[in-house]
Antibody, heavy 119, light 110 residues
Framework: EVQLVESGGGLVQPGRSLRLSCTASGFTFGDYAMSWIRQAPGKGLEWVGFIRNEAYGGTTEYAASVKGRFAISRDDSKSIAYLQMNSLKTEDTAVYYC??????????WGQGTLVTVSS | QSALTQPASVSGSPGQSITISCTGTSSDVGGYNRVSWYQQHPGKAPKLMIFDVSNRPSGVSNRFSGSKSGNTASLTISGLQAEDEADYYCSSYTSSSTVVFGGGTKLTVL
């Protein structure tokens, strides 16, 4: 069974950093790209970015709203994807979901972790 | 990249059919057959319902179908059931190698 478990969320002050983790199980992690998608309270889904698997260079793509502040990485030996968030703003407050992505589709989603940016 | 345009809300009675539209541009919806639809119940993670415009993942009811014409994709739900009441989001791959979502549509089953 595919499982994705996000962790690392919490309350953080504006301008500070936070790293989220997505621990995967039930599939060969290295065969898939991994995405991060967020949802502000009461709002819609917003794509954050994704990281391709090593077969496709392990390269990353980001939304304009986070480019230069957020970075996605992966550790295939541990089956974990990371979202490093720097220079956090109040508008980054959201539930952050990780997904398993393949062939342009986010098939499986985790349950999400809440990040609150507030002083 | 601007969000795809969806109606804020749609409604229908049990047994009826409804259609939710998702309008983009030639740089996303119109340029690629990479449109997905997600269902989200309150407090839950989104669930993939349709991918690549019209394909259903295994386990998704065949009451859900997708299509596309030009820059507009559509999700149709036939034989509405109470459990279909949820928020629905479309997404598309874009020419910038990014992903864009629609603003979401709240489906109410009357």
């Amino acid at each position: 069974e595919v499982q994705l478990v996000e962790s690392g969320g919490g309350l953080v002050q504006p301008g500070r950093s936070l790293r989220l983790s997505c621990t995967a199980s039930g599939f060969t992690f290295g065969d898939y790209a991994m995405s991060w998608i967020r949802q502000a309270p009461g709002k819609g889904l917003e794509w954050v970015g994704f990281i391709r698997n090593e077969a496709y260079g392990g390269t990353t793509e980001y939304a304009a709203s986070v480019k230069g502040r957020f970075a996605i990485s992966r550790d295939d030996s541990k089956s974990i994807a990371y979202l490093q968030m720097n220079s956090l703003k109040t508008e980054d407050t959201a539930v952050y979901y990780c997904t398993r992505r393949r062939d342009y589709v986010d098939h499986y989603w985790g349950q999400g972790t809440l990040v609150t940016v507030s002083s | 990249q601007s969000a795809l345009t969806q109606p804020a809300s749609v409604s229908g009675s049990p047994g009826q059919s409804i259609t939710i539209s998702c309008t983009g541009t030639s740089s996303d919806v119109g340029g690629y057959n990479r449109v997905s639809w997600y269902q989200q119940h309150p407090g839950k993670a989104p669930k993939l319902m349709i991918f690549d415009v019209s394909n259903r993942p295994s386990g998704v009811s065949n009451r859900f179908s997708g299509s596309k014409s030009g820059n507009t994709a559509s999700l149709t739900i036939s034989g509405l059931q109470a459990e279909d009441e949820a928020d629905y989001y479309c997404s598309s791959y874009t020419s910038s190698s990014t992903v864009v979502f629609g603003g979401g549509t709240k489906l109410t089953v009357l």
